[in-house]
């Protein structure tokens, strides 16, 4: 993955975060097992840790 295309994932998440975006009231579809945050997409790896442990939330 780019940095381009890292910036604009993160960009995308901080923007919803604030906006509220559809799932800001279902909650998060995943998580990360690592560092047990929560991650809008299936990430191949946590945005905000870089493991490669990102789960859908059950």
């Known amino acids: 993955m ?3 295309e ?3 994932r993160k960009f995308e998440e901080t923007k919803r975060s604030f906006v ?3 799932d ?3 909650g998060p579809d995943y998580v990360c097992r ?3 945050r929560a991650v ?3 990430y191949d ?3 905000h840790c ?3 442990a990102v789960e859908p939330v059950e």
Request: charge should be negative; aromatic fraction near 4%.
């Open 45 to 47: 790896h946590c945005p």
């Open 50 to 52: 870089g493991d490669a």
């Open 34 to 36: 690592s560092c047990e």
């Open 24 to 26: 800001a009231e279902d």
């Open 20 to 22: 509220g975006g559809a």
């Open 6 to 8: 890292k910036a604009g």
């Open 40 to 42: 809008n997409e299936n």
């Open 2 to 4: 780019s940095l381009f």
